[in-house]
C-alpha cells in the first residue's frame, strides 16, 4: 500500500491543512439533527464513522464504538483494532469509487457542534514541564527552592475534575471563591483568571486494578492526544493548594479540543525526550531499545478582546512554545499513576501540566508571562493584560511537521470568559 502521505483522496485537502490524511483524529458531534456520533476529519471535512461502519466499510466494529457521545468503546478495544481501523479508512479514502457510496456521509467540519471526544472516569492534571514548575515556583514560593525536592523523582500529579471537562467554545463563567484581599481571606469572584497551555493524553485500552503498567507497554494502553486548557484562578489557587493541591482554584473548567489524534498519527513526530537528572526508579526508566515517547509539537496561544473582536481587529499570539523538552513523557505518567496497582480505564485523560518553554515568550501561562502581573501584555487595541478580563477569548493550537507538506495538527480550542454568576 501506498504510504497515506503520497496517496490522494476524493476529499479534497488543502496544503498545509491540520488534517491531512497521515493524521485522521477522531471527534463526536452532530450537524443540528440531534443524532450525536463519531466522525474523522479529513482537511475542512468530516466523515460520519458510524455511517461507515454500518456500511461494513471499517470491518468488524461493534455497536456502541461510533454511535455515541463519546469515544470509549472504541477506545477500549485496543491498538490491532484501532490500527485495522486507521488501514481501511485509509484504503475507502483514497479508493475512487468509494466516492459514489459514500459521498452522502461527508459534511463540511463547520457544521458539527463537537463534543468532549471521551467520557473519562477520571482526569489527572500532571505537572511535568520543567520550565513551568521552575517558574511557577519560583513565582509562589519566591523565598523558597523553585523546584520541590520531589519533583525530578517522579510525574507530580493531582487528580482532577471530570465532570467540568468542557468541548471547544464553551464559555467560561468567571468563579467565585475565597482569596487574600489586603491580606484577609474574602470571597468573591477570582481576579486572577488564567489559562494553563496543555496537551492531553487519552487512554484507550484500560488496565487491571492490583497489576502496574510496564512504561514497556505504554502503547498498549495510551491512544492519542488533543489539547488542554486548564483554566485557573491563581489567587483562590494559591491560598487553598497547601497541602492538599488545587481544587477550586481549577475545577470549574477545563476545555477539551475536539479532535483526537492517535499515537499512530503521532508516530511521524516522536522524539527522544530529555533524560531525567538524576535517574529516577527503575519502574520511570523506558528500555533503551523501546519507541520514544516525546513529541515534537508546537503549540501556540492566541488571544481577542471583546474590544479587539468588535474593531474588527485579528487575535494575537501570546505565547509560542515546544513540546519535545518535556521532562516528563506519556507514558512515564502512566507507568507512575499505575505503579501502585491503581488502574486507568477506557477514555481517561492525563493533562501534560502547563507547557512552558526557557525563553521569554514560551510560557503557558498568563501568570508566566506577565510574571504574576508584573509586565502586563500590551494588546493591538493600546489596552494591556495582566490576567483574563470578561470578554476575553482564548485559543489554543498545536501542530507537528516543518511545511505544509508534512504539516499536521491537534486543531485547536477556544474559551471565552464571561461575567462571574450568583454573586453572594
Ligand atoms: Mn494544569
Not at 514548575?133 to 527552592?145: H, I, K, V, Y
Not at 488533543?226 to 493541591?245: H, K, M, T
Request: with cysteine; net charge negative; proline share 8%.
Amino acid at each position: 500500500m501506498a504510504t497515506s502521505e503520497m496517496a490522494d483522496t476524493w476529499i479534497p485537502v488543502g496544503e498545509g491543512s491540520p488534517f491531512p490524511l497521515s493524521n485522521l483524529p477522531f471527534g463526536v458531534g452532530h450537524t443540528g439533527d440531534g443524532r450525536r456520533r463519531a466522525w474523522v476529519a479529513l482537511g475542512e471535512s468530516a466523515v460520519d464513522l458510524d455511517a461507515l461502519a454500518r456500511a461494513g466499510a471499517l470491518g468488524l466494529v461493534h455497536a456502541g464504538w461510533f454511535d455515541r457521545w463519546y469515544l470509549n468503546g472504541y477506545l477500549a478495544a485496543g491498538p490491532d483494532v484501532w490500527g485495522s481501523v486507521r488501514w481501511r479508512l485509509i484504503d475507502v479514502l483514497t479508493d475512487p469509487t468509494a466516492e459514489g457510496r459514500f459521498a452522502e456521509h461527508v459534511v463540511p467540519r463547520s457544521w458539527l457542534t463537537m463534543g468532549v471526544p471521551v467520557a473519562p472516569t477520571d482526569y489527572v492534571d500532571f505537572y511535568s514541564s520543567l520550565h513551568h514548575a521552575t517558574n511557577l515556583g519560583r513565582l509562589f514560593r519566591p523565598d523558597g527552592e523553585a523546584l520541590l525536592p520531589n519533583w525530578r523523582h517522579l510525574p507530580i500529579g493531582y487528580h482532577g475534575r471530570t465532570a467540568t471537562l468542557v468541548p471547544d467554545r464553551t464559555d467560561i463563567v468567571r468563579p467565585h471563591g475565597v482569596r487574600p484581599i489586603d491580606g484577609e481571606p474574602t470571597f468573591g469572584p477570582t481576579g486572577m483568571l488564567d489559562v494553563e497551555l496543555e496537551v492531553g493524553t487519552v487512554v484507550g485500552a484500560g488496565s487491571e486494578l492490583g497489576v502496574p503498567v510496564d512504561i514497556a507497554d505504554a502503547g498498549d494502553h495510551l491512544y492519542g492526544m488533543c489539547l488542554v486548557n486548564d483554566w485557573s484562578a491563581r489567587d483562590i489557587q494559591a491560598f487553598e493548594y497547601q497541602p492538599l493541591g488545587p481544587f477550586c482554584g481549577k475545577s470549574f473548567a477545563t476545555s477539551v479540543s475536539p479532535w483526537l489524534v492517535s499515537f499512530q498519527a503521532l508516530d511521524a513526530c516522536r522524539i527522544a525526550p530529555p533524560t531525567p537528572e538524576p535517574a529516577p526508579a527503575d519502574y520511570l526508566v523506558a528500555p533503551a531499545d523501546a519507541r520514544p515517547w516525546g513529541f515534537d509539537l508546537h503549540l501556540e496561544i492566541w488571544f481577542d478582546s471583546a474590544q479587539m473582536r468588535a474593531d474588527g481587529r485579528d487575535p494575537v499570539r501570546i505565547s509560542e512554545c515546544g513540546f519535545a523538552d518535556m521532562y516528563w513523557t506519556p507514558a512515564q505518567q502512566l507507568a507512575h499513576l499505575t505503579v501502585n496497582g491503581a488502574c486507568v480505564t477506557p477514555g481517561d485523560l492525563f493533562a501534560s501540566g502547563t507547557v512552558s518553554g526557557p525563553r521569554p515568550g514560551s510560557e503557558g501561562s498568563l501568570i508566566e508571562l506577565t510574571r504574576r502581573g508584573e509586565r502586563p501584555i500590551e494588546l493591538p487595541d493600546g489596552t494591556t493584560r495582566t490576567f483574563l478580563e470578561d470578554g476575553d477569548r482564548v485559543e489554543l493550537r498545536g501542530w507537528a511537521g516543518d511545511d505544509d507538506t508534512t504539516r499536521f495538527g491537534l486543531g485547536s480550542v477556544t474559551g471565552t470568559v464571561v461575567p462571574a454568576r450568583g454573586a453572594h
